[in-house]
């Protein structure tokens, strides 16, 4: 039975190999595609918190003191938010803020608070 092959046997363990490698190879790339993915989501998402953390800050100290410094810094876990405010105009209000990851990322964005009821009413992210 063993002389009986001719040969079969070495194409077929090929073919089969070929396509095994192929499609691990096609399943390996996505693979690296949705950790990347996951990567940039979970960076997206972890500068919308601080920009929300730092602009509820902002409105607890509007509450608060009513008066907000030209100038300050929140200091984050992986990051450093920077805000600058500018001189109110009327009842509002225009506030920079400026979001540097320790991983090298800035992002910058802006918000506009109402100044008699202590709330942000418009927010812009610059790009």
Same mark, same amino acid.
């Given at each position: 039975?063993?002389?009986?092959?001719?040969?079969?046997?070495?194409?077929?363990?090929?073919?089969?190999l070929?396509?095994?490698?192929?499609?691990?190879?096609? /399943?390996?790339?996505?693979?690296?595609?949705?950790?990347?993915?996951?990567?940039?989501?979970?960076?997206?998402?972890?500068?919308?918190?601080?920009?929300?953390?730092?602009?509820?800050?902002?409105?607890?100290?509007?509450?608060?003191?009513?008066?907000?410094?030209?100038?300050?810094?929140?200091?984050?876990?992986?990051?450093?938010?920077?805000?600058?405010?500018?001189?109110?105009?009327?009842? $509002?209000?225009?506030?920079?803020?400026?979001l540097?990851?320790?991983?090298?990322?800035?992002?910058?964005? /802006?918000?506009?608070?109402?100044?008699?009821?202590?709330?942000?009413?418009?927010?812009?992210? $610059?790009?």
């Amino acid at each position: 039975m063993k002389n009986n092959e001719q040969g079969f046997t070495y194409p077929l363990t090929l073919a089969m190999l070929l396509l095994f490698l192929s499609l691990f190879s096609f /399943r390996v790339d996505q693979l690296l595609t949705e950790r990347k993915l996951a990567h940039e989501t979970n960076l997206i998402l972890q500068e919308e918190y601080y920009f929300h953390s730092s602009v509820k800050k902002v409105e607890e100290i509007m509450l608060l003191g009513g008066v907000i410094p030209s100038k300050g810094t929140f200091t984050y876990l992986k990051g450093s938010m920077g805000f600058q405010a500018d001189i109110p105009i009327g009842t $509002i209000q225009k506030i920079n803020f400026t979001l540097k990851m320790h991983t090298g990322e800035t992002v910058v964005g /802006r918000g506009f608070f109402d100044i008699t009821s202590k709330k942000m009413i418009k927010w812009t992210e $610059i790009y």
